[in-house]
């Protein structure tokens, strides 16, 4: 850079020499010598990934990237060939989604550990460490390509701090702490107070790497790129929901999602990286532990969750009189995290939020009255500070379950995946192509949010 300085300065008494009274004969040259700096000056490259400008938005494609999205954790098992592969509905789903304007979608790579167990995703992917499951690969890579072919984004999470993809349990496991209890039939305590060992656990942490530098090296089959080359990857996310739980544990679970991301930005510098964080909610309700983390050189934006019925919000006999204090709470929760994006100049992206279908139901053919006012009031949010020149960017419901039918409440191998996990009720919080309602106040936010990155 140093020459060039030089040469800049030489070019510019070069100009001042041309312009004399009795140098004007030389303006041909001048003109020339400005053509020729003209034709050497690099025109800016317009990168396909999405990435984040200064002021703290998503570019893509060289304009502002508003969106909607939602939650298809089962995508790449929808993609595979073998157990629990459906590659007919999953371009439907693709179909349904594009046509609708959703085009961002939250997926897991896959789950953790053996098959068979009750309330976790069959099938796994990481059978052992280093040991997958080679058509949940395919299933990754038929994913991707389709996504790719409609223009679609994936945020790809990689851990899972609970235990229906294996996750923290399964990589204790595999670091000799023995075996992790099942919440189902221990309870969530049990569960909770041996996954607190996951933040400090280097051996665990390492098998972790492992899986991530494996995939994270890896060429997708069917279109030849690497994955860290390929545009329709927005986003690597550390985890889902990852957390300490327990105060203690902070300062080391922070140490290693600084680690992880490290690694992640190490392996693939396309892409952006985010945490897959539920905010101040997933750490220990301490706000500053979750701006430490967010404001990481290599993260590149801010997530969080919202379950008004989970978190003890809306009550499940009352879900439509409990709606406006949820709403009340849920504007309260996220005015506290936009205020620290604006402190670090970082995009916001709602990754989860849900309400239960009316009457705790669990029937495809149930209302959902309550659950599409919560959807409306989120999204004004979104728009109303995304349309201000705020940091809120973006949201992705949860879960889409399109045209899935499940046939039991608690899921079996072989029935429909929905967008509820194997350990939820399947079709609470899903999102069906049957849901006119709601689909139709997911349309007019898409619609809505497409117009404020034209603006």
Known sequence: MAGMAVETVGNREMIKLLLKPDNMRHLFLLTLLLSFLGACTPKPVESSFVH??????????????????????????????????????LCRELDKMKEMGIDNLRILVGSDGKRGVKTKVEPTLQEAPGVYNDTILAGLDYLLMEMGKRKMLAVLYLNN????????GYYLEQAGLGQAPRP???????????????????????????????ILTRTNRYTKKKYKDDPAIMSWQIGNEPRAFSKEQLPAFEKWLGEASKLIRSLDKNHLISIGSEGKWGCEGELNCWERICADKNVDYC?????????????KDHLLEDLQISCQNTKEYIDEHLEVCARIRKPLVMEEFGYPRDGFSFSTSSTTEARDGYYKYVFSLVGDNAESGGYFAGCNFWGWGGFANPKHEQWQVGDDYTGDPAQEAQGLNSVFSTDKSTLDVVKTQVDRMKKIGKL
């Not at 002021?55 to 073998?82: C, D, H, M």
């Not at 997530?303 to 009550?315: C, E, G, Q, V």
């Open 52 to 89: 984040v400008n200064a002021n703290g938005q998503f570019i893509r494609n060289g304009k502002p990237y508003y969106y909607v999205g939602t939650n298809f954790w089962y995508g790449a098992i929808l993609g595979s060939e073998g157990q629990g592969g459906n590659r007919e509905r």
């Open 161 to 168: 701090s609970w235990e229906w993809s294996g996750g923290y």
């Open 184 to 214: 189902n039939e221990d309870g969530y305590p049990a569960f909770m107070n041996f996954v607190a060992k996951y933040a400090s656990c280097e051996k665990a942490h390492q098998l972790f790497y492992d899986y991530v530098k494996f």
């Open 303 to 315: 997530n969080i969750h919202l379950w008004p019925y989970n978190w003890s919000w809306a009550r």
